[in-house]
């Protein structure tokens, strides 16, 4: 794994393209209004059926500022009255949702996001983790992975001190950039003393993860400057670390409008960005585990990677894909069994439907027997850099090169190139692949032609 990434320009220009990020397969894109509530409760009756572990997801989309690059469901408000009604529809859909488990089925994973979960007051954070308590079987030996996104802007000791008390031990900081410039022009200004604050409280009190956020190619952004963020963040030795690339899309994000496009970085200070920041960060000692993320050697994720348990779902990499995914709150989306859904992204329908003791179930997809096949094949791909075709005949009944016969000279040429090594027992990303890992993917996509590239970000 020292080797785990070669970059490679020539290889970045010709498959550097759109594509989906595959928290899913098939992705979001592919759902539609024919999936409701009724879908849901039949899944969550199988999910009970089979005892499978869970995994909670609850979306608090309250902010007090807007960040001109969001692309979050979101609700902008300094009123933090508005969040008490909500709060009252979600501990709606956390009963009606639970009366259909088994009280046996433990929560082994948990994560609050948004929005800002931190939006709300300590009385709301402690009344809804005692409703989830109440009607789902949180652990309480601190053995779950419960973890919770902050902004280091909107929480202080005492909220980190409140946090540990409910249960989190894991925590997810945005930062973005250090450089107030920069900060300036995406309208979110943001110290490093505010956040190494946040940082050290969670160290204290035993916080037993830290991820940090940045985004590259963000308005005003150099790569000298941007260095310089990662440098500051390497000294505050995160476990994990997400680099993302902003897609600039301001036709269907609002709040993006407000980004001067001339002040956006060049195409070649973006790469350059990405290339100085894998350099660091190895240098670091950070692994890379794929998609933006790198983890320290010793975080569960790079373990997970070591030994191919590595798994992908809508919160990213995980290390709890075996748990049935319950979402809950607006936009929220459920992956159970072989159904997804999600709750409208409406904040006045989605609380309205509860209103009248409905869930809120908007949209969703149930896989078929290809789309469980092909997203057995891009986990693979995604998650360990590597598929042993064998595994997938087994699991499937197929044969391998034959049910895939069409895509095989793409994958060819994708070998010629380098991105891949190929036989006719097993692909292999290499190196200079792992940074275009989605490239590889959408050959195995069967939607994707279908679909319009423009609503994705780029590889890189």
Known sequence: ??????????????????????????????????????????????????????????????????????????????????????????????????CHLNPAQKVEQLHLGGGTPTFLSHDELRQLMTRLRQHFNLLDDDSGDYGIEIDPREADWSTMGLLRELGFNRVSIGLQDLDPNVQRAVNRLQSLEETRAIIEAARTLQFRSINIDLIYGLPRQTPDNFARTVDEVINLQPDRLSVFNYAHLPERFMPQRRIDGNELPTPADKLEMLHRSIEQLTAAGYRYIGMDHFALPDDELAIAQEESTLQRNFQGYTTHGHCDLIGLGVSAISQIG????????????????????????????????????????????????????????????????????????????????????????????????????????????AYLEQQNRQRFSRVI
């Not at 080797?3 to 970045?12: E, Q, T, V």
């Not at 969001?70 to 859909?93: H, M, S, W």
């Not at 060819?412 to 590889?440: K, N």
């Open 338 to 445: 072989d159904l997804y859904c999600q709750n409208s992204s409406d904040l006045n329908q989605y609380q309205n439907t509860l209103a009248g003791a409905q869930l809120a179930t908007s949209r969703g997809l149930l896989c078929n027997a290809d789309d469980r096949l092909r997203r057995a094949v891009i986990q693979q791909i995604i998650c360990n850099f590597s598929l042993e075709f064998a595994h997938i005949e087994q699991q499937f009944n197929i044969d391998f090169g034959g049910y895939f016969a069409a895509l095989w000279p793409r994958l060819m040429e994708m070998a010629g190139d380098g991105l891949i090594e190929l036989d006719r027992e097993r692909l292999t990303v290499l190196p200079a692949g792992r940074l275009l890992v989605r490239s590889v993917c959408m050959v195995f996509d």
């Open 1 to 98: 794994m020292l080797d785990a990434i070669r970059w490679d320009p020539d290889l970045i220009h010709r498959y550097d393209l759109a594509g989906p990020r595959y928290t899913s397969y098939p992705t979001a894109v592919q759902f539609n209004s024919q999936v409701g509530a009724f879908d849901l409760l039949h899944a969550l009756r199988d999910s009970r059926k089979a005892l499978r572990p869970l995994s909670l997801y609850v979306h608090v989309p309250f902010c007090a500022n807007i960040c001109y690059y969001c692309a979050c469901n979101k609700v902008i408000t300094k009123d933090r009255g508005r969040a008490l009604p909500y709060l009252q529809r979600l501990e709606q859909e956390i009963q009606l949702v639970a």
